[in-house]
């Protein structure tokens, strides 16, 4: 991934209430749309915390029931009138939050008494399974190394969806669908001159428009940490943490 420049101090002007601040400040105001808001950054963060239930040692439909159960907590802000709003970050509250619900729940084995089958947040029960799965390593690592690990990537994959919508929106999406080999993989020898003739583009047009896609898909991903911070001076430190557990992925 590649490094992206700080934002200059009128952009810092023009920040904007994010999901997680707003959802912070409902929890005495009861502003409207924290609800939603909250429900969004729960369905894009919930295979990091499945895999952090699973790496605990809860099974599939154990931990399934405890995320749910966890969400609905939040959802009707049992917890998050607590909340410090210094800490600030969406990725360290959430945490420290399921760790003290999980030790909890386990304590009171009370899981189905609290949920009662409720589904606050939807989810694909079989891709989080698949995901999980796929991502263990031989070597076992702790629960809070595979709960950072699967956030980062999570951050990384709803990046990447907004901009397939922007793709999809000027009618591009097989172009994007193409292009974005690019983005998650060094190319191969060869693979601008093939590309380009698959494209019907010269290599030189092809290198313009792969540059511009990693532009864009840098400013989403900073558009989509942004939301799970509370103030702009947090989002480069963010965006250095998920770069560092990105690249300690591949070594």
């Not at 760790?99 to 939807?122: F, L, T």
């Not at 989080?128 to 950072?148: C, D, G, H, N, R």
């Amino acid at each position: 991934m590649d490094h992206d420049a700080p934002p200059n101090k009128s952009a810092q002007a023009r920040f904007e209430p994010t999901r997680w601040s707003v959802v912070l400040a409902s929890a005495k105001t009861q502003a409207p749309g924290a609800s939603a808001a909250l429900a969004e950054l729960c369905r894009t963060y919930w295979q990091p915390l499945y895999a952090f239930a699973r790496r605990r040692g809860l099974d599939h439909h154990h931990a399934q029931d405890t995320i749910q159960g966890f969400f609905l907590s939040l959802i009707e802000n049992k917890s998050l009138s607590r909340a410090d709003p210094m800490k600030g970050k969406f990725r360290s509250y959430l945490l420290a939050s399921l760790q003290n619900y999980i030790a909890s729940e386990i304590a009171h084995n009370s899981a189905q008494k609290r949920g009662g089958g409720a589904q606050p947040v939807s989810i694909d029960d079989r891709e989080v399974q698949l995901k999980f799965e796929s991502s263990q390593t031989k070597t076992p690592i702790p629960a809070e190394a595979v709960f950072e690990r699967e956030w980062a990537v999570a951050a990384v994959e709803a990046a990447l969806v907004q901009l397939e919508k922007d793709f999809a929106r000027k009618g591009k999406r097989e172009v994007f669908n193409i292009l974005k080999t690019f983005l998650i993989d060094e190319p191969s020898t060869g693979a601008y001159e093939q590309t380009a003739t698959k494209l019907g583009q010269s290599v030189g047009a092809l290198r313009t428009g792969v540059h511009r896609l990693r532009h864009d898909f840098r400013t989403q991903l900073r558009r989509e940490v942004a939301k799970t911070v509370d103030s702009p001076d947090q989002i480069d430190e963010e965006m250095r943490h998920l770069r560092t557990v990105l690249a300690n992925q591949t070594t």
